[in-house]
C-alpha cells in the first residue's frame, strides 16, 4: 500500500492582532524511526478538555469563518493570558485511534503493523499522525478505531479518581456532570470496585439513565431540595471528596456544605472550627467558566485545588499507568463504551456552525473527529 | 494568701429563641487536681480566632446590653450552622497568662506555684482558671503577664506557616494582613531563618512599619499597579504558597494569579494547563467574611484550603510542639513580642460600645482583657 507525499491536520494559532486562528493545514507524509509508527487517524474525540488549546480565551461567540479557516476575535484579558503561546501553531485533539500504515524497524514497531491501535499525545485532528510505541494502546481483536477512539482521556480520568480516593484517605465519591460519557464509566468503575458514590446531574432523565446503569444515589441539582438530599447521600457514603466538572459558580461550595452537614450529624462533633476530617473538592474541567464562589462555612478542614490527569499520572508512577491502561483495553466495550452523537470531518470541525454546537459541551452530546471522511 | 470562694468569668450562649447571648457569670473557686495548677488571669488577648466562638454567626451590628449581658440577634442561616452548639454556655478566650495561685501535689505542679505562666486551652476571660500542667508555658524570668499573654496563637501560627512551607515543598511564604502582631512576628522569623517573605499590607503606613523591623518585600494592595508588583516579587522569590487573614474577596485568587504570572516569565514554560508546580492558598482567618471568589486563570496545579493550628501541630507531632513552644519562651520580648492598644475588664469585653470596637479587626489596634480590673 502506498501512502500520499502529504496529509491534512488542522492548528490552533494566537495572532499578533489579537486572533486565534484555527485552521487546516498540509504537511508532509513523515517517516516513522525506528520505534514509531506511523497511525492513520480514523476517529478522534472532541473532549471538554481539547477546547483550551483549540479555543483559548478567544470570544466564540463573535467566531466566524475565513477562507476555511475559524477565526475570533481574542479581548486583552485574554491575551495576556495567552502570551506564551503567541504566535505557534498548536498541533489539536488529544487522543484519538487509527490503523498503524508504516512502522519503524524495532520489533515492538513492526509487532503493531496493521494493528488497530489508539494514542494520546496531542495532535490527533489529523490524516496520519507519527507516535512513539510506548504511547500507544493497541486495541483487542474486533474492536474498531470508533471502539478504541477515547482509550485514554475519560478512561483514565474516571480511574484515576478512585485512586485519588485511596491516595488520599477518603472511602467514598462525589461527582458533578455525573451523566457524561466519563460519568457513566465513574458509575460503573465504582460499582464493579465498591465504592459508594453520589452523582449530581441536572436533568430527571439523566437520573433515570446512571439509575439504569446501576448507580444507586443520583441527585438533581435543579430539585428545591437539592441540598437537603445531598447532605442525606453524603452522610449515608462518608463521602469527603469531590470531582467537580464544572468548576464556575458555587456548586463546588454546596458539596463542602453538605459534607459539612453531614459531619454535623454526628453527635457531639461541634466545633467552632468545624469537622476534623478534611473535605476535599476537585475542579477537573470548567465546564462554568465563571468564578468559583466559596462560602467557606464549613470550617477549616477543607481543600478545593484543580486536579488534571497528568500531573496525577505522573505522580502516582508507571506501574498505576500500565495497570490502568491494561484494564481500559480489557474493558473498551463494557466499561469504557463511549457513545457520540455526531461524527464530522477536520473540515467541519472549522465550521463556525459546528463549532457552535460542539462547544456548547452539553452533556448527552458528543462529537468525534473522523478525519479520513 | 487566701482565695476568695468564687470567681467572675465570662461565657456565650446561643438561646433556642436565636440570641447569641455573652455574660459574666459567677463560679465556685475549683481545687487544682494532681497534675493542675490554678491560674490567677491577669492578661488574655482579644484574637479574630476567639471572634468565632465569642459572637458566631450573629448580626454583631445590632448587639446591645441588657441587664449587663451583650445580646445580638441569629439570622436563620446563622442559627441552622450552629444548630450544635444550642443551649451550651461556651467559655471563651483562647490563651491567656497570670499567676499560679494554687497547685497540685505533683511535682510538677508543685514547681510551677507563684510563676508567671502562659496557657492556651479556651475560657481564658476569666478570673481565675485550672489548667493541667502540660497546656502550661512557663514564662522566663523578668517577663511579666502582659508579655506572656500571647505566647500561642499568634507565634505558634507565625512558626508553623515556614514549617508547613518546608513540609510542603515550598520555598518562601506570601503573607496578608501582614502588618498584623502576627505578620510582624513572621517577618522577623523569616528574617533570622532565612526563608523570602512577601508581605501583602493596604496602607503605606504599614508598608513603612513592615520595613523598620526589616522586611525586604511590602505591597500595598492599595496601589494601582498592586498585581504587576507582586508578579515581581513572586517571581524574585519563587513563592508559590501564600498564608491569607482575609479569606474573603479576590485576594487569595490575586495572588494565584500573580503566581502563575511569575511561573510565565520562565521561557518555554507554556502549557495551556498552566504552569506544573503545585500554587497553595491557605486561607486561615476570615477578616473579609465574604465570599471566595476563584477566577481560575492559573492552570490546573492549584489548591485554597483552609488551615488551622491545632489541625497542624496534631498532624506535625509533639516533638516539633515542644521545639516551637521553647522558642516562643526564649524570644518572647524579642521576636514575639506583642503590643496592645487597649486593655479592658472583663466588663468592657460586654460593653456594646468597646465590642463594636474590637470587633472591627483593624490591623494595628489590639485589644488585651484583665480579669483583675
Not at 495567552?82 to 487509527?98: C, D, F, S
Not at 484517605?169 to 464509566?185: F, P, W, Y
Request: aromatic content about 6%; charged content about 20%.
Amino acid at each position: 500500500m502506498s501512502l500520499p507525499k502529504t496529509y491534512k491536520t488542522l492548528i490552533s494559532t494566537v495572532t499578533e492582532d489579537g486572533q486565534l486562528r484555527m485552521e487546516m493545514v498540509e504537511k508532509p507524509m513523515p517517516v516513522p524511526k525506528s520505534d514509531q509508527v506511523l497511525i492513520r487517524v480514523e476517529a478522534a474525540p472532541i473532549n471538554p478538555s481539547d477546547h483550551g488549546v483549540m479555543f483559548g480565551y478567544s470570544d466564540m461567540s463573535k467566531a466566524s469563518n475565513e477562507d476555511g479557516a475559524l477565526v475570533a476575535p481574542i479581548p486583552p484579558m485574554g491575551m495576556r493570558m495567552m502570551k506564551g503561546r503567541l504566535g505557534q501553531a498548536l498541533p489539536i485533539g488529544n487522543e484519538g485511534a487509527g490503523t498503524v500504515v508504516a512502522a519503524g524497524d524495532s520489533d515492538a514497531a513492526q509487532s503493531l503493523m496493521g494493528r488497530t491501535v489508539a494514542a494520546m499525545g496531542g495532535g490527533m485532528y489529523t490524516q496520519y499522525r507519527v507516535v512513539p510505541v510506548m504511547q500507544v494502546l493497541p486495541i483487542n481483536e474486533g474492536n474498531t478505531a470508533r471502539d478504541g477512539a477515547s482509550s485514554f482521556v475519560n478512561p483514565l480520568t474516571a480511574l484515576c479518581f478512585p485512586e485519588t480516593m485511596r491516595n488520599e484517605g477518603h472511602t467514598a465519591i462525589v461527582h458533578t456532570a455525573a451523566a457524561s460519557n466519563l460519568g457513566q464509566m465513574l458509575v460503573k468503575i465504582c460499582k464493579a470496585d465498591g465504592v459508594p458514590l453520589v452523582n449530581i446531574v441536572r436533568k430527571d432523565e439523566q437520573v433515570a439513565l446512571l439509575k439504569s446503569i446501576g448507580a444507586t444515589h443520583v441527585i438533581n441539582s435543579s430539585d428545591d431540595d437539592f441540598i437537603p438530599q445531598l447532605i442525606d447521600a453524603v452522610h449515608e457514603t462518608g463521602a469527603t471528596l469531590a470531582f467537580d466538572a464544572t468548576g464556575g459558580g458555587r456548586l463546588a461550595s454546596d458539596i463542602l456544605t453538605a459534607m459539612e452537614g453531614a459531619a454535623a450529624r454526628t453527635p457531639g462533633a461541634y466545633s467552632i472550627y468545624g469537622s476534623i476530617h478534611h473535605k476535599q473538592v476537585y475542579l477537573y474541567g470548567s465546564l462554568d467558566p465563571s468564578p468559583t464562589m466559596l462560602t467557606r462555612g464549613y470550617g477549616m478542614a477543607w481543600g478545593v485545588g484543580g486536579w488534571l490527569l497528568p500531573n496525577f499520572l505522573a505522580k502516582a508512577g508507571m506501574e498505576t499507568a500500565i495497570r490502568l491502561r491494561q484494564r481500559v483495553a480489557n474493558e473498551l466495550t463494557t466499561t469504557f463504551a463511549s457513545t457520540y452523537t455526531d461524527e464530522i470531518s477536520l473540515a467541519d470541525a472549522l465550521n463556525a456552525d459546528i463549532v457552535a454546537r460542539y462547544n456548547a459541551k452539553k452533556t448527552g452530546e458528543k462529537f468525534l473527529v473522523n478525519p479520513q471522511l
